[in-house]
């Protein structure tokens, strides 16, 4: 499996922009690329919900409702990262977001989008909107 590490939450104001970032670690870099990629986040007193995903190959996004046209979800291969760009952000999106990783096959809906599927998490990063 595939350690994660995220990165890049913060506290910002409705409206502003955070870009997240999610890293395998030193020991597990070299099998990252082959794995789908995805966000969730996990409000207070709600379920884990998710947010976006990516294939393996980076061709294939799926985006919840809620973040389309909002979100980018994208492969860094230089970095060997998958970047979640978070643009007007709303209080609403206040969460700590994980990313996950599996080797998921065949069309990235609905296996990516449920986290049952994903065997590998982050510790997490807190992304917190005021108002």
């Not at 597990?28 to 690329?33: L, R």
């Not at 998921?104 to 809906?109: C, D, H």
Request: hydrophobic letters at 35%.
């Amino acid at each position: 499996q595939v350690q994660l590490v995220e990165s890049g939450g913060g506290l910002v104001q409705a409206g502003a922009s955070l870009r997240l970032s999610c890293a395998p670690s030193e020991s597990t870099k070299h099998t990252f690329i082959t794995y789908t990629i995805g966000w969730f986040r996990q409000a207070p007193g709600k379920e884990r919900e998710f947010v976006a995903t990516i294939s393996w190959s980076g061709v294939d996004t799926y985006y919840a409702d809620s973040v389309l046209h909002r979100f980018t979800i994208s492969r860094d291969k230089s970095k060997n990262t998958v970047d979640l760009q978070m643009n007007s952000l709303k209080p609403e999106d206040t969460a700590v977001y994980y990313c996950a990783a599996d080797h998921i096959v065949g069309p990235l809906v609905p296996k990516a989008t449920l986290h049952d599927n994903y065997h590998s998490w982050g510790q997490g990063t807190q992304v917190t909107v005021s108002s």
